[in-house]
């Protein structure tokens, strides 16, 4: 008699805790914090949403089917109640109901999911689109249309917060690990098509708003489209595990209306004609080491470290290195073409001649390096062409 | 239990004179097919990636 | 010749029997041929590197306990995930399975050990080079590997000078697991007692026959995988490098050729378990006993055809998206009559709730929900926004952790008297069933919302909007895993210290041949071969008839 209250009391505890947990955390007016999948700016991730929400349902209802079924078992056949054990050891009726209506209800589930993976993976005529190619760590998006292209890593401020004991509240920057120097804009209403590729290694690109991800793989392109219906900033993260700062690579959209985004392209391509300009001319020391700091801050010091000092043993430091201080030459092929086997990207294809030549002579002249030399953005442009 | 009657009386008719001897040089013959099944599979799987490459 | 080399140690091995142990410590444990010597070292094995796996596992969750790092590089966090999983799959659950398997089996069948008991110890003895070669990589100058499980080129061949120790050690893992197979095998189709048909033997017997089938057919697959990797690293193919003409999705395609069937390989056992405890403490026949091996078969062959629902993100044909979505539905089938018929199995018994039986309960409700949001996840076109987030690590922990290791559990409980001829302090081991069981809810089931909230798996810090839920999430964990120190006190106090002695039957609603025999069994456990009956019988299929 004693351990049957005993388990009833368990039962009973055990129910209430999960029931407290529930209200309290579940709700989300309590915590603040999202429980479900976004419904979503797009055609895809409504479907996917309301998709999810159907089988999530019937796994509910069948769910509380099959354990009250046990529990009341639990309760009611149990042995200190007195209960006899009863003979049957099968009944071939129920096992060919049992197995029937699960395949209905899976084929039910399949009308919608099929409907669904279509519209997915069929894209319709699209109006433009836009190449985007995953680095270690961080994306590149190229207007195929408009010529513009552009690099968007981590912001500096997470990407600051981010290292360990870095001493800063993760709490007290804007969009934490969220958030990016450059934003992938594109037009509200408008269908876009994607073609995504990487450069190293795995990759993959997600804006949980858009209603689905695709993986970036290097020497292959995936397609895919979207038409987004409402103008806002929308964000997400790299979900293929990429190596050491696979959880440092968001992604920020931004989907203006046609009007603005029209706009936006004239913008960036003055800003693209006025660095072709700046690549032209030659630079000062100061002006190169003070963009240079830049640079290197969000694409160099997430492995150099930014005082220059590396992580062993992958991430040779640079303060004193052989390549640092030797011929410039060398240091630049170095860095416009990357070393095989090892992280050290091509960086030629990614930043433009200005940055190049910037973070060059950062390096060359910033921890204690002091070689004196000065890299222009020509002297770049002439190595890199040959 | 009279349900298990039709168990007991199949078995009754059992006459196996049972040897483990025997059955374990049996398991020998078993194990090394199950073997070259492997071996088979893992040849197999290589083989068609360097045919694919 | 070599194959009557073969034949004349399996006579030695059968001559050296004689009912007594070996003496010295080396002669007992080191060289033993013994079908529970050898089930014990797997076993202790198994529960040496499920806490250093857990340990890893603390790691993971203290660093995940708020946003921002606090403790580890990034880096050593991916080599913590990926030695966690390696360890645990390799090292845990497949091991102490492959123990069940080597105590019970003989036991259930009426042989007298193993048929090839001098591959059982070898197949043992690899295991634990294998894994000091594992884990020996932690400590090397590169790190240990830290692409994850899966292994996925190229991010894998950026590995330093260890890649090489970790394929060597999976090489290794796979050997021992094929030997160990090959071993269930010969036993199960030669050694049985006359009159165990196939069809009257147990079901835990049932499902290690399945898996070590699956076992034969994948683990070579998952070296040819890890070769070509290796080859590619050192001698300059490329297999998986699309600059040479290869193709890194090759690689996805054979990784979950094997590694879909080697999911099935840790969870089919569980189910042999539970359908053993379920109805020795319902004191009734299993439901369906017959139904219940055909399900375990479909299920082994489904595994075999729906491989790529792991990768409906890389970039398939549509048509292929919708073979392996249906494909991967259909599992449900199979799985809901197990489910059923455990629940049917219960109906109208005579219930106890001893810890095995608690553990399976446990089972059956958690590893059903993992279940279920594993056909939530077979969705293809959700499974876009599922993919890699943590809604897919809530789910295969909810199959894995409440699911093959709470069976692994049951499964100890239920036989360790056997094993031991001592009965355990069952008020620990109940204290230790609720810690768990309420624990490992707080630590998955909040990783649900994560990963629908649009949280991505292998990130070692994440955005303040997920920070509730990391933190109970870790919370769980710890409780979770400090629970599990109760498990091994309740062991090894079962083993040196208990003073109360267990009967040959030790449950009161036990069937089968292993409760004929005393507690503990004798060395060599069936010397003569038993009477098959209905009362040393636990399920047959004459039973449903």
Known sequence: MKKQNTFIVALAVTAAVCAVFWLILAAPGYSGNAINMTRGVTRQSLLNYELHMIVLWICVVIGVLVFSAMFVSIVLHRKSRGHQAAKFTHSTKAEIVWSIIPVLILVVMAVPATRSLIVMEVAPETEMTIKITGFQWRWKYEYLEDDIQFISSLAAESNAARMLHSGIDPATVDNYLLDVDRRLVLPTNTKVKFLITADDVLHSWWVPSLGWKRDAVPGFINEAWTEITQPGVYRGQCAELCGKDHGFMPIVLEALPPVEYGQWVSQKRREGAQAEIEAQRLWTLQELMIHGQSVYAVQCATCHQSDGSGLAPAFPALAGSAVATGPVDEHIDVVLNGRDGTAMQAWGKMLSDSDLAAALTYTRNAFGNNTGDLVQPQTVARIKNG | MQMNTAIDSALRKVTDTHDFQQRRLRAVRTAWILAAMAVLIFVAFVLSGVLAD | ?545
């Not at chain 3, 076992?215 to 040479?244: E, Q, R, Y």
């Open chain 3, 1 to 545: 010749m070599s194959s009557k080399n073969m034949h004349d140690h399996a006579v030695d091995a059968h001559e050296d029997h004689h009912d007594h142990k070996p003496a010295g410590f080396l002669d007992r444990w080191l060289f033993t041929t013994n079908h529970k010597d050898i089930g014990t070292l797997y076993l202790v094995f198994s529960l040496t590197m499920f806490l250093i796996g857990g340990l890893m596992a603390m790691v993971i969750r203290a660093e995940l306990f708020m946003p921002g790092l606090q403790l580890v590089e990034p880096d050593f966090f991916n080599q913590m995930t990926t030695m966690h999983a390696l360890v645990m799959v390799f090292g845990a659950v497949m091991p102490a399975w492959v123990g069940f398997a080597n105590w019970m089996i003989p036991m259930m069948i009426g042989a007298p050990d193993m048929a090839l008991p001098r591959m059982n110890n070898w197949s043992f003895w690899i295991l634990p080079f294998a894994f000091v070669m594992l884990l020996s990589t932690l400590f090397m100058e590169s790190g240990g590997p830290a692409a994850g499980w899966t292994l996925y080129p190229p991010l894998s061949l950026q590995g330093g000078q260890s890649f090489a120790f970790v394929v060597f050690s999976v090489h290794m893992m796979g050997i021992s697991s094929i030997m160990g197979s090959i071993n269930v095998i010969s036993t199960i189709l030669n050694m049985r007692a006359p009159g165990m048909t196939l069809l009257r033997m147990p079901l835990f017997v049932w499902t290690w026959l399945i898996t070590a089938f699956l076992l034969i057919a994948v683990m070579p697959v998952l070296a040819g995988a890890v070769t070509m990797l290796l080859t590619d690293h050192f001698f300059g193919t490329s297999f998986f490098n699309a600059a040479g003409g290869g193709d890194p999705i090759m690689f996805q395609h054979i990784f979950w050729f094997f590694g879909h069937p080697e999911v099935y390989i840790m969870i089919l056992p569980a189910f042999g378990v539970v359908s053993e405890i379920i109805p020795t403490f319902s004191r009734k026949p299993l439901f369906g006993y017959a139904a219940m091996v055909y399900a375990t078969a479909s299920i082994a062959f489904l595994s075999f055809i729906v491989w790529a629902h792991h990768m409906f993100t890389v970039g398939m044909p549509l048509t292929g998206e919708l073979f392996f979505m249906y494909a991967t539905m259909l599992i449900a089938v199979p799985t809901g009559v197990k489910v059923f018929n455990w629940v049917s199995t219960m109906w109208h018994g005579s219930m106890t709730f001893e810890p095995p039986m608690l553990f399976a309960i446990g089972f059956v409700v958690l590893f059903t929900i993992g279940g279920m949001s594993g056909l939530m996840l077979a969705i293809a076109s959700v499974d876009l926004q599922y993919h890699d987030t943590y809604f897919v690590v809530a789910h295969f922990h909810y199959v894995l952790v409440p699911g093959s290791v709470f069976a692994l559990m049951a499964g100890t409980y239920y036989w360790l008297p056997k094993w031991t001829g001592r009965m355990y302090s069952e008020r620990w081991a109940k204290i230790h069933f609720w810690l768990s069981a309420v624990s490992v809810n707080v630590l998955f089931f909040p990783q649900h919302y994560l990963g629908l909230a649009g949280m991505p798996r292998r990130i070692p810090d994440y955005s303040v909007q997920f920070a509730d839920f990391n933190m109970i999430s870790s919370m769980g964990g710890f409780v979770f895993g400090l629970s599990q120190l109760i498990f091994v006190g309740v062991i090894v106090h079962c083993v040196y210290k208990s003073r109360q002695a267990a009967d040959g039957r030790v449950w009161e609603g036990a069937k089968g041949l292993e409760w004929t025999l005393s507690s503990p069994p004798p060395y060599h456990s069936f010397n003569t071969p038993p009477a098959i009956n209905s009362s040393t019988v636990a399920h047959a299929d004459e039973y449903s008839h």
